[in-house]
């Protein structure tokens, strides 16, 4: 796969797949969510269920699988997801703890930035962390290339804290565990960067609760920058992970972010509607 992302959409026999083979399967998976009467209320957008056949190869039958569950976790936590847009979390995303970097890694898989210093464990929680990471990712999730590519996160442990360590719970990583594996978005790949005396702990704690398809997707690459490279050119990373790109403008992005404010507030009526 190039850094352009994939040019063909193959399924799980291998099939390489036309606009009209797509088309036909998202057809056969909206049918199966209108005849489900629990699913009464949700998105119904090609963008949106498409997201869940990226995830399972296109086989129909296991993105409804997918989607299913994904929505009866939701109605089954639903403060540990998005009902609010980024203009109403302005305060909390202008911390810059969290943003999505204008580069894509080498398998052309969008690049999620999490700079766990600077979350503010006095005025957040793990809930509010993980409505603002499901924001991000819905601003880009409306891409063809991030759907069928997938999403890297880069989190950056330097200042990791007391307070977040205390925030790894049993409850949480079960909750943080399942929505990984559930969440519409064709995987996540995790690269953990730099150190901190806290971290042999916190994975001693979370391992244990991890399936092993996430452990495999965890990098741990702490400052050697030509390890996180083999990942992530250093022509699209910024000096502060060894590379060669353009610092981080923080500001622009987050207005890019507020500028999605319309789109993602759309997307909330529904999420409103599913948990009725």
């Not at 819905?138 to 205390?166: H, P």
């Amino acid at each position: 796969m190039t850094s352009e992302g994939r040019e063909e959409v193959i399924d799980s026999n291998g099939e390489v797949l036309t606009a009209e083979d797509i088309a036909k399967r998202l057809q056969e998976l909206r049918e199966l969510v209108i005849a489900d009467n629990k699913l009464k209320g949700i998105r119904m957008d090609d963008n949106y269920l498409v997201r869940f056949l990226y995830c399972c190869d296109f086989n129909v039958q296991e993105a409804f699988k997918r989607l299913q569950e994904f929505h009866n976790m939701v109605k089954e936590n639903p403060d540990w997801f998005t009902c609010l847009s980024p203009l109403e979390r302005r305060v909390q995303i202008e911390t810059q703890a969290k943003v999505m970097l204008p580069c894509k890694d080498k398998d052309g898989r969008a690049v999620y930035l999490c700079r766990i210093g600077k979350v503010d464990a006095g005025s957040s929680d793990p809930k509010q962390e993980a409505q603002l990471d499901e924001m991000w990712f819905e601003a880009i999730l409306n891409d063809s290339k991030a759907m069928g590519n997938g999403i890297s996160i880069v989190i950056d442990i330097n200042g990791y804290s007391w307070k977040l360590f205390r925030w790894l719970t049993p409850t949480n990583l079960k909750m943080a565990t399942k929505a990984i594996q559930l969440f519409p978005c064709k995987e996540f790949i995790f690269h953990v960067v730099n150190n901190s005396f806290l971290l042999k702990a916190s994975v001693n704690i979370a391992w244990p609760f991890m399936s092993e398809d996430i452990k495999k997707r965890i990098k741990f690459h702490f400052g050697d920058w030509s390890s996180l490279h083999e990942h992530i050119s250093p022509e699209v990373l910024p000096p502060e992970y060894g590379g060669r790109g353009p610092a981080i403008n923080f500001e622009k992005l987050a207005e890019w972010f507020f500028d999605q404010d319309a789109r993602i507030r759309e997307y909330l009526k529904y999420r409103q509607l599913s948990l009725q």
